[in-house]
């Protein structure tokens, strides 16, 4: 049987649920293909040294580059592949030195459900920081949204977000979270009538707009500047959709088309989802070529560089809709924090004292945006199923990104 959790948390992560849902992405010849694009199939003999030489005078640390961004811009979109630790931890780093320097007063975080919102105002603007409504919004959350994400890292924002609001006396200028996710009927998606399912399923294909909604409201409220953090097939700003019968724009896409330069996007160094080999390396490996060059982390813009004009590799899951296009058309700005060999999982916080018992486990399983989940008998079963996947995610390059293997092997044989 398939990884339950690995089919639930692909409602917002690459491209394998909607696969499963609509069959294989279609093939658009619609975008016609950039003058000057530049091809980059085999990066053993790329000449490396214009790229060298621009992120040398032109590369600042990830900190400094995206509070940068907030000088020219109001929203900055920061896109990642979910559950790579190295993240998490800038993004804790990166909030009160937003708040501090760069006048930024909310995230838009797309893990949690936005019908969940006054409980996170509520715990992050609390005396004390409290563990038991903490839970409360995981669990919750899952319910309604069908997407539960219990993971160490990402709870830990509320943490740091809770101690920088801490440091802050007037409520009306502490930071908020504003949560994205939408809530859902997942069990008539998987077993309701026609009626049912058409229902449950505009939800779903409607759902980087309802991602982009909670993000809208709040920045047209307050016109406050705002730090937008979620996976990259969200963020994208000037590309169409990847994947059948979904909408052309990503919730990037959405606020791009509304407030133009006021928003900045941002990909965060990761693997990439390829149509017939799967994850593999981003741009068939010459970013990490050029990139592990560099003993620190950095941050640089990708349009204006030498890598704008890159054409975005063949059977790359963005390429396929958008044949033609180049790197700077998917990506503004870029950050290189570690390569994926030293990529860390998540930890996976105890599940049982978030589902602590059978009614909250029928509560939560029988509206998962899971049908193996919705499947499960009994909590016993969900637990178990739950302490398998902790297990892969302290094996995270095995279990995520098996290419590290073969390229070591290709290494070898070499």
């Known amino acids: ?23 294989e992405p279609r093939v658009s010849n619609q975008v016609p293909e950039q003058a000057g694009a ?13 790229y060298l030489s621009y992120l040398e005078k032109n590369a600042k640390p990830p900190i400094e580059y995206v509070l940068e961004k907030f000088n020219d ?20 780093e990166l909030i009160p030195k937003l708040y501090k320097q760069g006048g930024v007063r909310f995230l838009g975080y797309e893990f949690f459900a936005s019908s969940c919102q006054k409980d996170i105002d509520k715990l992050v603007n609390g005396e004390e920081y409290d563990t038991d409504l903490v839970e409360h919004i995981i669990r919750e959350s899952a319910i309604r949204s069908g997407l539960i994400w219990p993971y160490q890292e990402y709870v830990d924002t509320f943490k740091t977000v809770w101690e920088l609001n801490k440091s802050i006396a007037e409520k009306s200028d ?84 509304r407030y133009g330069s006021k928003v900045f996007q941002i990909m965060l160094h990761d693997f990439w989802c390829y149509r017939e080999r799967g994850e593999d390396y981003p741009l068939n490996g010459l970013l990490d070529k050029v990139l592990n060059a560099f003993d620190e982390p950095i941050g640089f813009d990708i349009v204006g560089s030498p890598f704008a004009d890159i054409k975005l590799p063949k059977g790359f899951m963005w390429a396929i809709d958008n044949p033609g296009s180049t790197f700077a058309k998917y990506c503004d700005g870029y950050i290189w924090l570690v390569a994926p060999e030293k990529f860390k999982g998540n930890q996976v916080m105890n599940i049982a004292e978030i589902v602590p018992d059978e009614e909250t486990f029928r509560k939560v399983s029988q509206n998962a945006a899971s049908k193996s989940l919705q499947e499960m008998r ?32 290709t290494n070898k044989k070499q």
């Open 1 to 23: 049987m398939k990884s339950f959790i690995n089919i639930m948390l692909s409602v917002s992560y690459l491209c394998t649920y909607t696969a499963i849902a609509f069959g």
């Open 378 to 409: 009994s909590r016993q079963e969900y637990l178990a199923a739950w302490k398998k996947e902790e297990d892969k995610f302290k094996q995270f390059q095995q279990t995520f990104m098996p290419f590290l293997s073969a390229q070591k092997k």
């Open 174 to 257: 502490r930071f908020r979270i504003v949560f994205m996710h939408f809530d859902n009927n997942w069990h008539d998606f998987h077993y309701g009538n026609e009626e049912q399912k058409k229902a449950a399923m505009l939800n779903f294909m409607e759902a980087d707009k309802l991602y982009a909604e909670p993000i809208i409201n709040e920045y047209e409220k307050n016109q406050h500047k705002g730090l937008i953090w979620c996976g990259t097939t969200h963020a994208v700003t000037r590309l169409k959709g990847n994947v059948r019968n979904r909408p052309e724009k990503r919730a990037g896409g959405y606020l791009y088309q």
């Open 38 to 50: 530049i091809n980059i199939n085999n990066t053993k003999d790329v000449n490396c040294s214009s």
């Open 73 to 92: 811009h109001d929203l900055v979109i920061v896109g990642e592949v979910h559950h790579i630790q190295q993240n998490l931890n800038l993004l804790q």
